[in-house]
């Protein structure tokens, strides 16, 4: 089977995501990080669900060296 070559591995979305968040002090939703991610990839959204995750969240839980989830 061919590889999908335009998919970003985990390691690199880990650091996209991480360089988006950091201008977000105080945090972002996922709809902002979702518009954030959109603008710097020609309007494509995060991956999630062609990396193999139900949702971004799903996504988002396995990168606890990234993101702090705070579900206030």
């Given amino acids: 089977m061919a590889q999908n ?3 970003p591995d985990l390691e690199d979305l ?3 995501i991480r360089s988006l968040l950091i ?3 105080h945090g ?3 709809r ?3 518009l954030d991610y959109a603008k710097n ?3 494509n959204r995060i991956p ?3 990396m193999g ?3 971004l969240l799903e996504l988002l839980q396995t990168m606890p060296d990234v993101v702090r989830i705070d579900m206030r």
Avoid: R, W
């Fill in 23 to 25: 201008p977000h002090k």
């Fill in 32 to 34: 902002d990080l979702q």
């Fill in 48 to 50: 999630y669900i062609q």
């Fill in 53 to 55: 995750y139900a949702s």
């Fill in 41 to 43: 990839n020609g309007k």
């Fill in 5 to 7: 070559t335009s998919l």
């Fill in 28 to 30: 972002c939703t996922e």
């Fill in 14 to 16: 880990k650091i996209e």
